[in-house]
């Protein structure tokens, strides 16, 4: 019983609860206006100016292969590294921070609802709060998407 806690996230998509690993969110943002690009794939929304970095912008709901809805006044951008490209994940609310002991997560099992299991680290079940599945955000983009991203970035 002497594992680090892991300070996680906790973040709504579709009613259903996820957490990431806190040390990648750089920032919890408002939804602002978004520059839409053209010929990006179609969960890349846009790119925004966040105090002088321009910020590519990605619909964590179609990326997971969830329908896209209208944001409302709870939608949030996280601000995520990954893999040393900083990104902004549009999620429908942004909930919490807790710290979940590794004693309560289990590996994903290979098939979840509709969500590409390489993206999930795993599920951590919380008496308070039922399963949370857990996002690795370093495999939410393949190798190719974080280019086409970081392309976004630098243009």
Same mark, same amino acid.
């Given at each position: ?46 790119? +925004? ?40 994940? +549009? ?65």
């Amino acid at each position: 019983m002497n594992e680090t806690m892991t300070k996680t996230i906790i973040f709504k998509l579709k009613n259903q609860e996820y957490g990431a690993n806190i040390d990648q969110i750089l920032s919890i943002e408002k939804l602002d206006e978004i520059v839409s690009l053209p010929q990006t794939s179609d969960f890349i929304k846009g790119i +925004i100016n966040l105090r002088g970095d321009v910020t590519p912008i990605i619909d964590l709901r179609t990326r997971l292969g969830m329908e896209e809805i209208e944001a409302t006044e709870h939608t949030r951008v996280l601000i995520a590294k990954v893999l040393e490209v900083q990104v902004g994940l +549009i999620v429908d609310e942004a909930t919490d921070v807790i710290d979940i002991s590794p004693d309560v997560i289990d590996d994903a099992p290979e098939l979840i609802r509709g969500v590409d299991h390489r993206y999930i680290k795993g599920v951590a079940k919380l008496e308070d709060r039922g399963m949370l599945l857990l996002l690795d955000l370093n495999h939410v983009l393949s190798v190719d998407e974080l280019d086409e991203v970081q392309q976004v970035a630098e243009e």
